[in-house]
């Protein structure tokens, strides 16, 4: 089949790869009709090769059709159509049971210390083959997938398997009071739909980014909107009565700009082969903290912060008197998909109250992926959300 391979760094090739087949009992394999790049995949793209072979599969965020299962999948029948979880969970293990499905105990990849595994995302989680491909194998099927009607677009469902539930827990651990205020830093496709989620809930909303268009979008709905600058913590306290707000979320991650120092010992570290590059990120800090620190900087005292963008550093430096001082709560990790499901569900019909269906900037086909890798990271021609089509 035809698969988005990583192959270095900013490099990636449309390549045929082995056809997948059923190799568990509680496999399935499905006919992927659309399937997204997420910032998470960009993280890997510039700054993660380490933890990549080339050839990886890559990609996490599906929707398609049901080809084939394994005998002990019997919740889906072939020809359902279904969106696929970013991550691997067993819906049984204690860790599921509580809706921690990102810490499942079946699929956790043990002999690297991480959580559940997730799909096209590195050695760390299992270096499972991943969903921007023709008919990727889910595993764990008995569980995972979760089955949409047919009739709507792609794009109405295809967000239930990250964007959606990740914004969902990015609000819900953000824990806003009512009447609260919560800033967003980072519109990307994370923090556009955490501000949509948000505003829906009711709550006022300012948003942080660097990015013209992807500040107007949020504008338009409702957002008040800031463009990061040196004086951005100023401008937020002005917003909110000196005090800062009630929740931060932070949907940046890594690679956030405002990092000079940061940026270098990335870059730095990218110089070195792989098994001392791969040692260096785990043990040093290198992530680029300038939206961490801004969360921590303009939140109120006793307020929440919500960790949603992707960290990699295992020694970042942090300012823990004044997180301490502060009295700070910080809340973060991977969205446990299927808990957030059933709250979702409901807000994907006709009226479309989080506008899914005109979310994505751009269509297409999946052989043009690695130019919708270089759009994407680069946000060219308005690139905010891509689809693509196998
Ligand atoms: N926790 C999860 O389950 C989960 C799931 C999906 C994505 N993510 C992470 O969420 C983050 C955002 O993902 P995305 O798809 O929206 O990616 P993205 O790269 O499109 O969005 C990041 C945005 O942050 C902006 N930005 C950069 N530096 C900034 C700064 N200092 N202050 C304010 N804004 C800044 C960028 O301009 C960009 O618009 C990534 O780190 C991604 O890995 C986490
Ligand atoms: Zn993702
Ligand atoms: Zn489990």
Not at 359 to 387: C, M, N, W
Request: hydrophobic letters at 40%; charged letters at 20%; glycine letters at 12%.
């Amino acid at each position: 089949m035809k698969a988005l391979t990583w192959q270095g760094k900013r490099t990636i090739e449309y390549a045929d790869v082995p056809d997948p087949r059923i190799e568990e009992p509680t496999d399935a394999v499905i006919r992927v009709t659309s399937t997204g790049i997420c910032g998470s995949d960009l993280h890997l793209y510039a700054v993660m090769g380490p933890f990549l072979d080339a050839g990886d599969v890559l990609g996490h965020e599906v929707i398609g059709r049901v080809g084939e299962t394994g005998t002990g999948v019997t919740n889906l029948s072939v020809g359902d159509r279904v969106v696929v979880p970013f991550q691997i969970a067993c819906g049984s293990c204690f860790m599921c049971g509580q809706g921690l499905q990102t810490q499942c105990e079946t699929t956790q990849v043990r002999d690297q210390g991480m959580g559940a595994a997730l799909f096209g995302y590195t050695k760390l989680y299992g270096q499972v083959p991943g969903g921007q491909a023709e008919y990727p194998r889910v595993p764990q099927a008995q569980y995972g997938p979760i089955k949409v009607p047919h009739g709507p677009p792609d794009d109405r469902f295809v967000y239930l398997s990250d964007v959606l539930p990740t914004a969902w827990q990015a609000v819900e651990y953000a824990g806003i009071p009512a009447g609260g205020t919560v800033v967003v830093l980072g519109l990307g496709p994370i923090g556009d739909m955490a501000c949509r989620v948000a505003l829906h809930r009711g709550h006022r909303v300012i948003g942080v980014d660097l990015v013209a268009e992807r500040l107007e979008r949020a504008r338009v709905r409702g957002v008040e909107t800031l463009e990061y600058a040196d004086d951005v913590a100023d401008a937020i306290r002005d917003l909110t009565d000196g005090r800062g707000p009630d929740s931060v979320i932070e949907a940046v991650g890594m690679e956030a700009h405002g990092s000079p120092t940061a940026k270098i010992a990335q870059q730095a570290a990218a110089l070195l082969p792989d098994p001392i590059q791969r040692t260096v990120m785990q043990k040093a800090g290198i992530d680029r903290l300038a939206a961490l620190l801004l969360a921590i900087d303009v939140v109120r005292r006793g307020g929440t912060i919500s960790l949603i963008g992707v960290y990699g550093g295992m020694a970042d430096p942090l300012p823990m008197l004044t997180m301490f001082d502060k009295q700070i709560q910080l809340r973060m990790g991977q969205a446990n998909v299927r808990r957030w499901t059933k709250d979702i569900l409901p807000l994907l019909g006709d009226d479309d109250p989080l506008q899914v269906d005109d979310f994505a900037t751009h269509h297409l086909p999946l052989s043009e992926g690695p130019a919708a890798y270089e759009l994407f990271q680069h946000k060219r021609d308005g690139a905010i959300k891509v689809l693509l089509t196998p």
